[in-house]
């Protein structure tokens, strides 16, 4: 499927503005108030499919949050879902509302991982990387389990 994410700039100009100086980042690749817990990877019940990745985000910021990209560590593309009543769709974004918690779980969002790598196996962890409109990125480890454990 190709996706049209290039050549968008609506979230920048969302954020521009007020007159309330933006406080500088202590770590630009986490900004302060977003947490991300319960990461897991489900791994696919057959082997090549892709894989599944649930996890709960916190957005602790008095802003909104937009989830624009997802990657894991050395797998290949990795997309953002959305179950329906028809199945999955791919989403391109996702907004988190300040003092919000979404839950990326099975029948809702989640993201799916293609091409996993070789050492992706139950009992491991993977890294995961979420990207934020406007560029802040959050990483957390997310546990990896079988295809019929826990989800
Ligand atoms: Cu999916």
């Keep these: 499927m190709a996706l049209a994410l290039a050549g968008t700039t609506l979230g920048l100009s969302a954020c521009g503005g007020g007159d309330q100086p933006s406080a500088p980042a202590a770590d630009p690749e986490a900004p302060a108030g977003v947490s991300v817990t319960d ?5 696919p019940a057959v082997s090549g499919n892709p894989g599944a990745v649930y996890f709960d985000l916190a957005n602790g910021t008095e802003g909104e949050l937009i989830v624009r990209s997802a990657s894991v560590a050395g797998a290949g593309h990795t997309m953002m879902h959305v179950t329906n009543e028809t199945g999955m769709e791919e989403v391109l974004q996702v907004a988190v509302d300040p003092g919000q918690t ?50």
């Design 102 to 151: 979404i839950r990326f779980e099975p029948g809702g969002h989640h993201l799916m991982v293609s091409d996993l790598p070789a050492g992706t196996v139950a009992g491991g962890q993977a890294e995961v990387t979420l990207t934020f409109a406007g560029g802040d990125k959050v990483s957390f480890p997310a546990e990896v389990r079988s295809a019929g454990d826990d989800r």
């Design 39 to 43: 990461g897991r990877l489900m791994l």
